[in-house]
């Protein structure tokens, strides 16, 4: 018998793509990374889309390998973007609310500023606004999220190469800022994109893109793939070093959805947000050393998948269901794809997200 389970381990082992370990797969050389973050998308808003698409192969199934993030900050179980994007962005668990700094105000630096640090270039994109908190701990260091003219004078000083969405309202408010901030921004170098459109023939950086008020519109009420646009065309800018680079893209609205405890809202936004992943990840086929890896800061919404007489399609299936308003305690799926892709198949904590980048973008 035991040496009939050795033949049978024999010729299915070759077909395991697991690992043990003690023999990890070999690291491969990573150039660029891009880091994209589904603002509280946990692993029942992606099995939502997975339905929706009948099953058909999303953008998660493409993913090789796959793991889970706990999302706790070090002032509570349930996490704000503010610690979340922070641990991620600078490798650290802080209080909610604050950003790219400790609870005690020590300022940490972001995988965005060490990357430019060394030379490589980098991006942000979001959907919300510039100065929300998720993207404001890639530039940002305050103790509070909602200091907004703060986060924009480190974001002016941080001079990342892209930073793109909405917010337009926070630079120039007379009654929040003292100056114009965009005025600012072109007085210190950086060009200024008004429009998605303006945005798309733009490549003299560093580039400032606000091309709304507020946060910039949800997928629902537009016919424009703008986060895949946006996203692609920063990535073709960061491409021009060859040094490489370190991109953070976010779906934004996902969160909002979320929020509002709409699903169908939440459908578009999946629909838009697998749109970005498949091109990031053919963009990765293409372009050697490149790791994407696809992550939330927290989930929202509480989602559930129930059985349900009828769902979206009307067939006897599914109703998408929310346990909460706010964010949860859930942890939230890692997906990542390309060179050196399986250090992100495990359980971790979320700060090990900057960590295992940091390792393998901007070498020490």
């Known amino acids: 018998m ?8 024999a010729a299915v082992f070759p077909f395991f793509q697991g690992y043990s370990a003690d023999k990890a797969p070999k690291t491969e050389k990573v150039k660029n990374v891009i880091l994209i973050i589904g603002d509280g998308m946990g692993l029942a808003a992606a099995g939502s889309w997975m339905i929706d698409c009948d099953y058909a192969p999303t953008c998660f199934d493409r993913a090789q390998f796959v793991g889970y993030s706990k999302t ?14 922070t641990a991620m962005a600078c490798g650290v668990k802080t209080d909610n609310g604050m950003l790219g700094q400790l609870p005690d105000g020590t300022h940490v630096p972001s995988l965005a500023v060490l990357a430019k ?30 200091m907004s003219t703060e986060i924009i004078n480190d ?20 009654e929040k800022v003292p100056e114009n901030l965009i005025d600012k921004a072109v007085r210190e170098g950086f060009t200024y994109c008004s429009t998605p ?38 990535i073709d800018i960061l491409d021009d070093n060859k040094k490489g680079f ?13 929020h509002a405890n709409n699903a169908g809202q939440l459908t578009f936004e999946m629909e838009e947000f697998d749109k ?46 929310f346990g909460t308003t706010g964010h949860s305690g ?35």
Request: glycine share 8%; aromatic share 8%.
């Open 197 to 234: 459109e303006e945005f798309g023939q733009t490549k003299e950086t560093p580039i400032l893109g606000l091309f709304s008020e507020g946060s910039y519109p949800m997928a629902i009420e537009r016919e424009t793939d703008f986060l895949k646009d946006a996203a692609m065309h920063t």
């Open 117 to 146: 640090e060394k030379g490589l270039s980098t991006g942000i994109v979001v959907t919300s606004h510039v100065c929300d908190a998720t993207p404001s701990a890639f530039y940002a260091h305050v103790p509070k999220r909602g």
């Open 246 to 258: 370190f991109a953070m893209i976010e779906g934004s609205h996902i969160d909002h959805a979320e």
């Open 2 to 9: 035991r040496k009939f389970l050795l033949v049978v381990l």
């Open 330 to 364: 859930i942890p939230v799926p890692v997906y990542a794809y390309g060179a050196s892709a399986w250090k992100f198949g495990q359980v971790m904590e979320n700060i090990e997200i900057f960590s295992r980048i940091k390792a393998l973008l901007i070498k020490e």
């Open 276 to 321: 970005l992943v498949n091109a990031a990840f053919d963009y990765a086929d293409t372009h050697k050393g490149t790791l994407v890896v696809i992550t939330a800061d927290h989930e929202t919404g509480g989602v559930t998948l129930l059985n349900a007489a009828k769902d979206s399609k009307s067939t006897t299936g599914i109703d998408v269901k």
């Open 155 to 174: 974001m002016l000083a941080a001079r990342l190469d892209v930073v793109a969405g909405g917010g337009r309202k926070y630079f120039t408010d007379p």
């Open 72 to 85: 706790y900050s070090a002032s509570s179980r349930v996490t704000d973007s503010a610690a979340s994007g």
